[in-house]
């Protein structure tokens, strides 16, 4: 096992831009709202071994988490797709 503060490979720099341009799209964002992008490893017992998590801060202050339980570079648009549901209108 890792050490506790091991540092983990940096996911791959064109799945996170690829990442950035759907939750943009499907949250209307604009240059000023951010979006930070981390990828986890989980060692409790069942949850994914990697999770993306996504922290988007509108310019209003207001923040949302999305997380996907998985890589970065595994998630596909249509899991961006799915959380229209929970995204809050601008």
Sequence with gaps: MPGLFSRRPRPDAEAVARLKGWVTDLMSLDDRDHIAIAELACH????????TVVTVTLADRRRFVLRFP???AAVA??????LRPQVPAR
């Design 70 to 72: 998985s890589a970065v």
């Design 77 to 82: 648009e249509a899991d961006v797709t799915l």
């Design 44 to 51: 409790e017992p069942g949850c994914p071994d990697l999770e």
